[in-house]
């Protein structure tokens, strides 16, 4: 590690008057460890920075920005770290700061009428989850992540999650921002309008950003009434196909109930099994596939039941359910998600592995999945396929893990690109995304320019150098 240099040391200090003595942090204090914001959550790569910076307020932040344009020094804006692209860590110059977020983390407002809440970026989104519950509302973005991602992560990543076949992905969700620019300007955009046609739509430029075009400082959040009821099934189906059949009748008998519809190929909850074994995996051992399905809103519980049982029914006569369980209480519901939630950590104890978060029509996915499976057998013999993911908006996490036996460092080095290649160019035939909901990072800088059209990519990077012409604002993600 090289000592900073005369401006980076002026830099630091200035950092310290703007936020605090306390809240700049530095290798050079060496009893601070910095590897919680150098570290990426996949450990896939860990980065040097030359600070890390936490602002405590939206002025503290434009101060930032503004003081290091005038020194050209590149920031990583951070939330919670539980990206899974490699997008909120620094590089590896040593010449970064990452600005973290999380102690931005209060509830500005609350607006019962107008249905809307306005909180800090740095907020968890557990916290705010519960902000809305406790005003009686619901808040539905829910994600494996969010006793620690934050919603300006979530943001900065359109994430996505479990509820988007009902309420959409975080984009949908997010009526106004406040955004510190790559000038150091605050735009004041806590907009609580469902419609606005007054120009371009700069929150929704913000937002899938991925901290390339400004830092957002706080959002103003759409609200909805807690459902009256909330039951969910696990159902054991014999083929994706099946499960697509099980989606069409559960849209067709649910309608707006439908909230969750998530697939699991045995693969996947046998890792959970493995590295879990207090949980209670249902039904895997004897099928290939498994289903976990939300019925909510509906008028009460007893409704909700008849429906979702009346469900079940239909698909089992049809041959698309072999069998199911619905919970009977609130504890087994969760149990239920708990272990579809359990399958990126369990995935993760398995060791270092190839992750893809493609969107294909739902209509095309048994057919892509049978394809590109053969395909991979071929290449990489005894490759372990982790397919799961949210079914009901297209989206699978069709993720590789190396063969038994084999060494998660020397798999990746040996087969990463061509593994991705292979998958990509599987997903293009098919009509689909490369990221659905995890966004580009770093992971997929170098494939995006490949796979997305020519024009959109030139608007793009258009955009990016009018609105940070100096390139600061997390530099190498996304355009690279
Ligand atoms: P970080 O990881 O800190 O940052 C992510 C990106 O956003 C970076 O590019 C960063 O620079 C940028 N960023 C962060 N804060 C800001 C800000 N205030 N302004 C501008 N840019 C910012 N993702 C899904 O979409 N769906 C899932 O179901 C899902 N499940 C997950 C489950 C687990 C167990 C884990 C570990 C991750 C999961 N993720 C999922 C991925 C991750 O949680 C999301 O991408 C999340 O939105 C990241 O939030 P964060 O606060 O941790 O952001
Ligand atoms: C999920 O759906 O659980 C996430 O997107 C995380 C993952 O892909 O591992
Ligand atoms: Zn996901």
């Known amino acids: 590690m090289t000592a900073p240099s005369t401006a980076q040391i002026a830099l630091i200090a200035l950092l310290r008057q703007i936020c605090g003595p306390n809240h700049v942090l530095t290798?050079?204090?060496?009893?601070?460890?910095?590897?919680?914001w150098e570290q990426d959550w996949r450990k896939r790569v860990k980065g040097l920075a030359l600070a890390v910076?936490?602002?405590?307020?939206?002025?503290?932040?434009?101060?930032?920005?503004?003081?290091?344009?005038?020194?050209?020094?590149?920031?990583v804006p951070q939330g919670g770290n539980t990206g899974l692209v490699v997008g909120g860590v620094p590089d590896g110059s040593g010449k970064q700061i990452v600005l973290s977020m999380?102690?931005?983390?209060?509830?500005?407002?609350?607006?019962?009428?107008?249905?809307?809440?306005?909180?800090d970026a740095g907020c968890v989104l557990q916290n705010?989850?519960?902000?809305?519950?406790?005003?009686?509302?619901?808040?539905?973005?829910?994600?494996?992540?969010?006793?620690?991602?934050?919603?300006?992560g979530n943001l900065g990543t359109n994430a996505g999650g479990t509820q988007v076949v009902r309420y959409g992905n975080t984009r949908d969700l997010c009526l106004g921002l406040e955004v510190v620019t790559a000038q150091g300007d605050i735009w004041h955009g806590l907009s609580g309008l469902r419609k606005d046609n007054?120009?371009?739509?700069?929150?929704?430029?913000?937002?899938?950003?991925?901290?390339?075009?400004?830092?957002?400082?706080?959002?103003?959040?759409?609200?909805?009434?807690?459902?009256?009821a909330q039951l969910?099934?696990?159902?054991?189906?014999?083929?994706?196909?099946?499960?697509?059949?099980?989606?069409?009748?559960?849209?067709?008998?649910?309608?707006?109930?439908?909230?969750?519809?998530?697939?699991?190929?045995?693969?996947?909850?046998?890792?959970?099994?493995?590295?879990?074994?207090?949980?209670?995996?249902?039904?895997?051992?004897?099928?290939?596939?498994?289903?976990?399905?939300?019925?909510?809103?509906?008028?009460?519980?007893?409704?909700?039941?008849?429906?979702?049982?009346?469900?079940?029914?239909?698909?089992?006569?049809?041959?698309?359910?072999?069998?199911?369980?619905?919970?009977?209480?609130?504890?087994?519901?969760r149990g239920l998600w708990h272990v579809r939630e359990s399958i990126t950590l369990a995935q993760a104890a398995e060791g270092l592995n190839i992750k893809h978060d493609i969107s294909i029509p739902v209509s095309r996915i048994p057919a892509f999945v049978l394809?590109?499976?053969?395909?991979?057998?071929?290449?990489?013999?005894?490759?372990?396929?982790?397919?799961?993911?949210?079914?009901?908006?297209?989206?699978?996490?069709?993720?590789?893990?190396a063969p038994e036996g084999v060494d998660g460092h020397a798999f990746l080095r040996e087969f990463e690109d061509k593994v991705n290649t292979l998958v990509f160019d599987q997903?293009?035939?098919?009509?689909?995304?490369?990221?659905?909901?995890?966004?580009?990072?770093?992971?997929?800088?170098?494939?995006?320019?490949?796979?997305?059209?020519?024009?959109?990519?030139?608007?793009m990077r258009a955009v990016k150098k009018a609105l940070d012409p100096q390139n600061l604002m997390n530099p190498g993600r996304v355009l690279g």
């Open 27 to 36: 290798h050079q204090d060496p009893a601070t460890d910095l590897s919680p």
């Open 53 to 75: 910076v936490r602002p405590g307020n939206t002025q503290e932040v434009a101060a930032v920005v503004k003081a290091c344009a005038a020194t050209g020094t590149p920031i």
């Open 102 to 119: 999380t102690r931005m983390n209060a509830v500005r407002a609350i607006d019962k009428d107008n249905l809307t809440i306005t909180v």
């Open 128 to 152: 705010l989850q519960t902000a809305a519950e406790n005003a009686g509302f619901l808040f539905p973005l829910s994600l494996g992540a969010e006793g620690s991602c934050t919603i300006g």
């Open 198 to 228: 007054t120009g371009y739509d700069l929150r929704n430029l913000m937002i899938g950003s991925e901290g390339t075009l400004g830092i957002i400082t706080a959002a103003t959040l759409k609200l909805y009434p807690q459902p009256a």
């Open 232 to 333: 969910t099934a696990w159902a054991a189906v014999p083929t994706l196909q099946a499960a697509v059949q099980l989606l069409g009748l559960a849209h067709q008998r649910l309608g707006p109930g439908l909230t969750g519809f998530e697939v699991m190929n045995q693969f996947a909850l046998g890792l959970v099994d493995k590295h879990y074994p207090q949980l209670r995996v249902p039904l895997w051992q004897a099928t290939p596939w498994c289903v976990l399905l939300e019925n909510s809103d509906s008028e009460n519980e007893q409704h909700a039941r008849s429906q979702f049982e009346a469900l079940l029914e239909a698909a089992m006569e049809q041959a698309c359910v072999t069998d199911a369980v619905v919970a009977e209480n609130l504890a087994q519901a």
């Open 371 to 401: 394809e590109t499976d053969a395909l991979l057998a071929r290449e990489v013999p005894g490759v372990r396929m982790v397919d799961f993911g949210h079914l009901g908006d297209g989206n699978l996490h069709y993720n590789v893990q």
């Open 427 to 459: 997903v293009a035939k098919f009509e689909g995304s490369i990221s659905a909901e995890h966004g580009v990072g770093e992971l997929k800088v170098g494939k995006l320019p490949l796979y997305k059209d020519p024009t959109a990519l030139a608007m």
